[in-house]
């Protein structure tokens, strides 16, 4: 290209003057010189020596073999050379045709010198971009920072030439630089960096938020010593969030193949790389969170599906007893419960608990309340022992958790038409008649847990078939509303009085189709646990 | 909701501001536990400004009262409300305490 413009303009030149020119250049020290452009074409010149071609501005003359030359070094290029002559024919002085041409080639000169410069920053333009573009790709990618983080690196240090690379990231709690991945660097031989570290680089990079030039014989310190090899460009790695800018770790760049010094445009390569992979550890710790909050939001379903399985159907106690029961936990898993037990001929066990406070503290004393209160129902048929025995088993749990459980346990002989029961600390044990009376059977004992004693124990006649044992929990009674406003026990005792002829499945769902309607949308704060029992 | 507390001659009275619930149960616990360190014997909870007690709540007033005890002091409640008093009825709780109808009569039965 700037051959042929400088071919047209020398052979306008010689077509109006007869005077030969050319146009060499030394495109390297110690190369030889080459020819950019000559005229007349016919004849094509000998190379000049190049140690007689002037180094200054001043133009010299020259005998060639066919006469006089005139030679000038052309500027603004250091290594480029007009030649004219020999003496035209027209007898025009060569001074006169140098001071016309010299002035044209050298702004030919200029120009395609510019447009060179151009096309190099353009090429190394190009390679950044590509490199950006590369670790965008890396980055979309991979979910594990590690494998990125060691790509990232190949093509930086490949891009900047540098031999030795790291990506140091802060761990918070032992407040270090830990390397995530390194280049020319041995893994053994990359110890974490303190960040309070007077004297490294890298941790004076991370506190001050600021990149860094050092060069060789500058800030060496020990700790450093496996990361560098010479000079170094360490450039923090920053998270950019709504509330400002944090820093999150280091990249570090040195042992440089052309020896040269890292220069402004690579710090702000590297710091744009940087900026990327801060997004990346980001976008990594929140992915890594997420899935912890995936895992434990399945093992809470797993702890709730275990604790409903310990719960048993009605069909345990039929045919003696028609029982319909259910418990909503107010957590995932909560301290509610109640159990039921086919006896001795005709006798049936329905037990409710309550232990105080709800989440899986709560539910690990509920399962343990479960498994021992269905050993000690079959080894009597009498609620005062069953609950005395659970007392007993459940005493250290209890004493050391400071938790209580109020229970309540009935057992319904059908054969004798009676109802023995033993309460400590339950509120919500009624029996409704079969004409709609509604009997307390109030607490004879504190809860358990609260008092070292044995449990009182009470009976009562029992109508075969008409009566109903309804049983539940505070949970039910005090559930809210959006004004805040409680269900209340008595709204529960009607609901169930009204409906005391249906089946109890049907009973149970209509209480609960009325503490949805009554809840709304509010979650509720405690557990709900409802048993209705007809035997 | 707030406990604040007073001594008034030989007795530390505790007003209980709001609900005593899971979320604040183990500040009152904290709090009676260490002027029981300092040195208290006698406390008197008053739950005048108090509607709803939940089952930690009662857990907490009973583990106080066991502490208390062991150290040779005491614990008596004042002012609940009727939902209160059906609830601690209900539960047999009113066994474990003495429970006043007012601060003053609280005071005077120590």
């Not at chain 1, 710790?285 to 399985?309: C, F, I, N, W």
């Given at each position: 290209?700037r051959?042929?413009?400088?071919?047209?303009?020398l052979?306008a030149?010689?077509?109006?003057?007869?005077?030969?020119?050319?146009?060499?250049t030394?495109?390297?020290?110690?190369?030889?010189?080459?020819l950019?452009?000559?005229?007349?074409?016919?004849a094509?010149?000998?190379?000049?020596?190049?140690?007689a071609?002037?180094?200054?501005?001043?133009?010299?003359?020259l005998?060639?073999?066919?006469g006089?030359?005139?030679?000038?070094?052309?500027p603004?290029?250091k290594r480029?050379?007009?030649?004219?002559g020999?003496d035209?024919?027209?007898g025009l002085?060569l001074?006169?045709?140098?001071?016309?041409?010299?002035?044209?080639?050298?702004?030919m000169?200029?120009?395609a010198l510019e447009?060179?410069h151009?096309?190099?920053?353009?090429?190394?333009?190009?390679?950044?971009?590509?490199?950006?573009y590369?670790?965008s790709?890396i980055l979309?990618?991979?979910?594990?920072?590690?494998?990125?983080?060691?790509?990232i690196?190949?093509?930086?240090s490949e891009?900047v030439?540098?031999?030795?690379?790291?990506?140091?990231?802060?761990?918070?709690v032992?407040?270090t630089?830990?390397v995530?991945?390194?280049l020319?660097i041995?893994?053994?031989d990359?110890?974490?960096?303190?960040?309070?570290?007077?004297?490294?680089?890298?941790?004076?990079?991370?506190?001050?938020?600021h990149?860094?030039?050092v060069?060789?014989?500058?800030?060496a310190?020990?700790?450093e010593?496996?990361?560098r090899?010479?000079?170094?460009l360490?450039?923090?790695?920053m998270?950019?969030?709504?509330?400002?800018?944090e820093?999150?770790?280091?990249?570090?760049?040195?042992?440089?193949?052309?020896?040269q010094?890292?220069?402004?445009?690579?710090?702000?390569l590297?710091?744009?790389?940087?900026?990327?992979?801060?997004?990346a550890i980001?976008?990594?710790?929140?992915?890594?969170?997420?899935?912890?909050?995936?895992?434990l939001?399945?093992?809470?379903?797993?702890?709730?599906?275990?604790?409903?399985?310990?719960?048993?159907?009605?069909?345990?106690?039929a045919p003696?007893?028609e029982?319909?029961?259910?418990?909503?936990?107010?957590?995932?898993?909560g301290?509610?419960?109640y159990n039921?037990?086919?006896?001795?001929?005709?006798?049936?066990?329905a037990?409710?608990?309550d232990?105080s406070?709800?989440g899986?503290?709560?539910?690990?004393?509920?399962?343990?309340a479960?498994?021992?209160?269905a050993i000690?129902?079959q080894?009597?048929?009498?609620?005062?022992e069953?609950?005395?025995?659970?007392?007993?088993?459940?005493?250290?749990?209890l004493?050391?958790?400071?938790?209580?459980?109020?229970?309540?346990?009935?057992v319904?002989?059908?054969?004798?038409?009676?109802?023995?029961?033993?309460?400590?600390g339950?509120?919500?044990?009624?029996?409704?008649g079969?004409?709609?009376?509604i009997?307390?059977?109030?607490?004879?004992?504190p809860p358990?847990?609260m008092?070292?004693?044995?449990?009182?124990?009470?009976?009562?006649?029992w109508?075969?078939?008409r009566?109903?044992?309804?049983l539940?929990?505070?949970?039910?009674?005090?559930?809210r509303?959006?004004?805040d406003?409680?269900?209340?026990e008595?709204?529960v005792?009607?609901m169930v009085?009204?409906?005391?002829?249906?089946p109890?499945?049907?009973?149970v769902?209509?209480?609960?189709?009325?503490l949805?309607?009554h809840?709304?949308?509010v979650?509720?704060?405690?557990?709900?646990?409802?048993v209705?029992?007809?035997? | 909701?707030?406990?604040?507390?007073t001594?008034h001659?030989?007795?530390?009275?505790v007003?209980?501001?709001?609900?005593?619930?899971?979320g604040?149960?183990?500040?009152?616990?904290?709090?009676?536990?260490?002027e029981?360190e300092?040195?208290e014997r006698?406390f008197?909870?008053?739950?005048?400004?108090?509607?709803?007690?939940?089952?930690?709540?009662l857990?907490?007033?009973?583990?106080?009262?066991?502490?208390i005890?062991e150290?040779g002091?005491?614990?008596r409640?004042?002012?609940?409300?009727?939902?209160?008093?059906?609830?601690?009825?209900?539960?047999?709780?009113?066994?474990?305490?003495q429970?006043?109808?007012?601060?003053?009569?609280?005071l005077?039965s120590?």
């Amino acid at each position: 290209m700037r051959e042929q413009a400088l071919g047209s303009v020398l052979t306008a030149f010689y077509d109006a003057t007869r005077c030969p020119a050319t146009v060499w250049t030394q495109r390297e020290v110690g190369q030889p010189l080459t020819l950019l452009g000559a005229v007349p074409h016919a004849a094509p010149p000998a190379t000049p020596d190049l140690d007689a071609l002037p180094r200054g501005p001043e133009s010299i003359s020259l005998d060639g073999p066919a006469g006089r030359l005139m030679v000038a070094r052309v500027p603004p290029a250091k290594r480029a050379w007009l030649v004219l002559g020999p003496d035209p024919t027209t007898g025009l002085p060569l001074a006169n045709l140098f001071r016309f041409l010299a002035p044209v080639v050298s702004q030919m000169l200029q120009t395609a010198l510019e447009v060179e410069h151009a096309a190099a920053e353009l090429a190394e333009r190009y390679e950044e971009i590509n490199l950006l573009y590369t670790i965008s790709e890396i980055l979309g990618r991979t979910v594990r920072l590690e494998e990125a983080a060691a790509t990232i690196l190949k093509e930086i240090s490949e891009t900047v030439g540098a031999r030795k690379a790291s990506i140091l990231v802060h761990d918070r709690v032992t407040d270090t630089l830990q390397v995530v991945a390194a280049l020319g660097i041995r893994p053994e031989d990359a110890p974490p960096i303190a960040v309070d570290d007077p004297c490294s680089v890298s941790a004076q990079v991370f506190r001050s938020r600021h990149a860094t030039i050092v060069d060789g014989a500058e800030m060496a310190c020990d700790a450093e010593t496996p990361y560098r090899n010479g000079a170094m460009l360490s450039v923090p790695i920053m998270w950019t969030s709504p509330d400002g800018g944090e820093p999150l770790g280091v990249v570090n760049l040195s042992d440089r193949r052309s020896g040269q010094p890292f220069s402004a445009g690579d710090q702000k390569l590297v710091a744009a790389i940087a900026t990327q992979i801060g997004t990346a550890i980001q976008n990594t710790r929140l992915v890594r969170a997420s899935l912890a909050q995936q895992r434990l939001v399945q093992e809470m379903h797993l702890a709730h599906d275990l604790q409903m399985k310990l719960l048993p159907t009605g069909a345990v106690v039929a045919p003696d007893a028609e029982v319909s029961a259910r418990v909503m936990p107010a957590d995932s898993v909560g301290g509610d419960f109640y159990n039921l037990f086919r006896l001795s001929l005709n006798s049936t066990g329905a037990m409710i608990g309550d232990v105080s406070g709800h989440g899986y503290q709560a539910a690990l004393i509920m399962a343990l309340a479960m498994s021992a209160a269905a050993i000690h129902a079959q080894a009597s048929t009498d609620p005062t022992e069953t609950l005395a025995a659970l007392q007993t088993s459940l005493r250290d749990e209890l004493a050391t958790t400071e938790m209580f459980i109020s229970a309540f346990y009935g057992v319904v002989d059908r054969r004798l038409g009676e109802l023995r029961y033993a309460n400590t600390g339950h509120p919500h044990a009624f029996v409704i008649g079969g004409d709609g009376d509604i009997q307390r059977l109030p607490a004879l004992d504190p809860p358990l847990g609260m008092v070292t004693t044995a449990p009182h124990g009470s009976s009562r006649p029992w109508a075969t078939n008409r009566d109903l044992l309804l049983l539940f929990t505070d949970g039910v009674s005090d559930a809210r509303n959006r004004a805040d406003a409680r269900l209340g026990e008595q709204a529960v005792l009607d609901m169930v009085t009204t409906n005391r002829t249906r089946p109890t499945t049907e009973i149970v769902e209509r209480v609960f189709a009325m503490l949805s309607q009554h809840m709304g949308d509010v979650p509720p704060r405690d557990d709900l646990t409802l048993v209705v029992l007809r035997s | 909701m707030s406990f604040t507390m007073t001594k008034h001659v030989t007795v530390v009275v505790v007003d209980v501001d709001g609900q005593l619930i899971v979320g604040n149960r183990q500040e009152l616990k904290q709090k009676v536990l260490d002027e029981l360190e300092k040195g208290e014997r006698k406390f008197l909870i008053d739950f005048a400004r108090t509607g709803y007690i939940d089952s930690s709540g009662l857990g907490v007033l009973v583990s106080l009262s066991k502490k208390i005890r062991e150290q040779g002091g005491e614990l008596r409640l004042a002012n609940l409300n009727d939902d209160l008093k059906t609830l601690f009825e209900l539960t047999k709780l009113d066994t474990l305490f003495q429970i006043a109808d007012s601060r003053e009569r609280g005071l005077e039965s120590f």
